[in-house]
């Protein structure tokens, strides 16, 4: 495939309009907390500065391009009058962990989803304890009479791993990170999100459309997960889903089948880039 000048310079100016506004927010903020955002770039440890950076993929050529043009410039070559990031360098090393990423993509998708969660798992990280992850935001109510009415069902080692003590008990399945391939499904907002991770952990390798459209799933996601959580972001403009009623519950069920409709494809795409680095 080839991109004449005038369509890859299209598409690295778009890529940096769409994630720039919570990149640059980030690189901006210097320090400065945000309980909602930065959890998209610090439990995801890809930078703000390479989010903003932008490449076709393998094996696209980039017409009457250069070196100093690259984004990535110690992973591109000159081919045919313009550079490419060629499918040879791609190093042997990670070829294990793209069969095993396949495997557990194409798993998690072949599940049917579950949509009875309620985004609890916030709720059972602040479960009976002083030690609450975002000490600087208020809880618009107690964690404890939520939790101990309502059944804990986390599927995602991940989430699962952050529960107070007192709350790992409670969930309907004790987790480790080995069953993890076994229990992830399409309809937790935390396998979502991380499909973020799935397209940054092989950047450059696969276009940085494939890594802005996890990129904003992740950030929706993450939205949604907070609103349905204990604490009170009314300040920051986010309406709190109040799982703690029917109506809650309902409203957020709505927005985690949505998620799950809109990663869908973003999963398939993904599934496709990985196979074509074997």
Known sequence: MRLTG???????????????????????????????????????????????????GVGVLLE????????????????DGGMVLS???????RRAYVRWA???????????????????????????????????????IAAEPVVEAMPLRCSHYDAFRFFTAAAMPRNRLQ????????????????????????AYKLAPWVSSELLADSFELAAAAREIDMRASPYDLAELGFNPIRIETKEGREEYVVAQRELT??????RAALLTAYRQLL
């Open 102 to 140: 396949i495997d557990y993509l194409q798993a998690v998708g072949d599940r049917e989803p579950m949509f009875g969660c309620f985004g609890l798992h916030e709720w059972a990280m602040v479960y009976r304890t002083e030690d609450v992850r975002h000490s600087r935001v208020p809880l618009r």
């Open 64 to 79: 009457g391009a250069t070196l100093a043009e690259c984004d990535w410039p110690h992973l591109f070559r000159e081919s």
């Open 261 to 266: 409709v809109r990663a869908k494809p973003v």
């Open 175 to 198: 987790l480790t990170r080995e069953v993890t391939t076994d229990h992830d499904q399409p309809g937790c907002i935390h396998v979502t999100m991380d499909l973020y991770k799935f």
């Open 87 to 93: 499918l040879v360098d791609f190093p042997e090393r």
């Open 6 to 56: 005038d369509e890859w310079r299209v598409r690295r100016a778009t890529h940096r309009t769409r994630v720039g506004p919570l990149a640059t927010d980030r690189i901006a903020r210097s320090g400065r907390k945000h309980p909602v955002y930065d959890f998209l770039f610090e439990y995801y440890s890809f930078r703000p500065a390479h989010l903003l950076r932008w490449s076709p």
